[in-house]
C-alpha cells in the first residue's frame, strides 16, 4: 500500500539498580527513554525519531527549566537526538 506504518522494533529491559529504585516516577520514565537511546544508539544515531509516551510529566521535562542534576544531565543527552 505505500505507507508508512508503525512498527516494534525490538525490546529491551534490564532490572533497576537499589539507588534507581528510589527515583520518582518522573526518573524512572526518563531513564527508560535514555536507556533506550544508549541500547539502540547503533539503529537511530543518525536518524529522526519520535518516543512516544504516554507520560505527562516527560512532556514537561522538556519545556521546564527547574530540572535537579539528574534529570538535566538526561535532558541534555535526550536533546541530542
Given at each position: 500500500d505505500g505507507k508508512a506504518r508503525e512498527h516494534v522494533i525490538g525490546y529491551a529491559s534490564r532490572t533497576l539498580s537499589a539507588s534507581e529504585r528510589k527515583y520518582s516516577p518522573t526518573e524512572r520514565e526518563c531513564l527508560a527513554i535514555v536507556y533506550g537511546c544508549n541500547y539502540y544508539l547503533p539503529y537511530i544515531e543518525g536518524t529522526r525519531f519520535t518516543a512516544i509516551t504516554d507520560h505527562k510529566a516527560l512532556?514537561?521535562?522538556?519545556?521546564?527549566?527547574?530540572?535537579?542534576?539528574?534529570?538535566?544531565?538526561?535532558?541534555?543527552?535526550?536533546?541530542?537526538y
Amino acid at each position: 500500500d505505500g505507507k508508512a506504518r508503525e512498527h516494534v522494533i525490538g525490546y529491551a529491559s534490564r532490572t533497576l539498580s537499589a539507588s534507581e529504585r528510589k527515583y520518582s516516577p518522573t526518573e524512572r520514565e526518563c531513564l527508560a527513554i535514555v536507556y533506550g537511546c544508549n541500547y539502540y544508539l547503533p539503529y537511530i544515531e543518525g536518524t529522526r525519531f519520535t518516543a512516544i509516551t504516554d507520560h505527562k510529566a516527560l512532556k514537561w521535562l522538556h519545556s521546564t527549566k527547574d530540572l535537579n542534576s539528574r534529570l538535566a544531565r538526561w535532558a541534555i543527552q535526550i536533546a541530542t537526538y
